[in-house]
T-cell receptor, first 113, second 112 residues
């Protein structure tokens, strides 16, 4: 499992509230990613990070922000949740060392009412 | 940017038959093509990948082929078993551990 955990695993919230999802890894991997998964769309990249305080946008970044103040934690924040952000969110890492295989965390199911 | 299309969206096969899933990509700079399997309620798991300097790669009952000229790659599963039933995703990337673009997925059902 490449030492990846996500919290919370399930969350129900109301429209307009802020939400923060956490991805934690234990093996000092440099690259970390946030994806959302929706039926018919596969996995779509929200934001990614290539080091502490180094982040960049993916293809569906609107409405999301990220922070990475420590190597092991990558936080995804929905500043004001909307129903369109109801989804399953996966964090991923690459192990580096000449490989670019991405390994995924267990996922967080977010429901915005 | 890169765009990946995956077909078919659903595939039903009889146990023991072969299954083929095809993907096309748009960016000729892409050079890394992984395939993931996702069981219901679980995380995507890498099953095989291929890089653009290789035309085919096999791992037991699973194989991937790549045609760089046509910009398409395919997953082949032989002697399918019920436990192969899952959603399969293809992806394309630039090979630098950066962004992957995923296809929309194929639901594979293996009937026993």
């Amino acid at each position: 499992d490449a030492g990846i955990t996500q919290s919370p695993r399930h969350k129900v919230t109301e429209t307009g509230t802020p939400v923060t999802l956490r991805c934690h890894q234990t093996e000092n991997h440099r690259y970390m990613y946030w994806y959302r998964q929706d039926p018919g769309h596969g996995l779509r990249l929200i934001h990614y990070s290539y080091g502490v305080k180094d982040t960049d946008k993916g293809e569906v970044s609107d409405g999301y922000s990220v922070s990475r103040s420590k190597t092991e934690d990558f936080l995804l924040t929905l500043e004001s949740a909307t129903s369109s952000q109801t989804s399953v969110y996966f964090c991923a890492i690459t192990t580096g060392q000449g490989t670019d295989t991405q390994y995924f965390g267990p996922g967080t199911r977010l429901t915005v009412l | 940017g890169e765009n990946v299309e995956q077909h078919p969206s659903t595939l039903s096969v009889q146990e023991g038959d072969s299954a083929v899933i095809k993907c096309t990509y748009s960016d000729s700079a892409s050079n890394y093509f992984p395939w993931y399997k996702q069981e219901l309620g679980k995380r995507p798991q890498l099953i095989i990948d291929i890089r653009s300097n290789v035309g085919e790669k096999k791992d037991q009952r699973i194989a991937v082929t790549l045609n760089k000229t046509a910009k398409h790659f395919s997953l082949h599963i032989t002697e399918t078993q019920p436990e192969d039933s899952a959603v399969y995703f293809c992806a394309a990337g630039d090979g630098y551990g950066n962004k992957l673009v995923f296809g929309a997925g194929t639901i594979l059902r293996v009937k026993s």
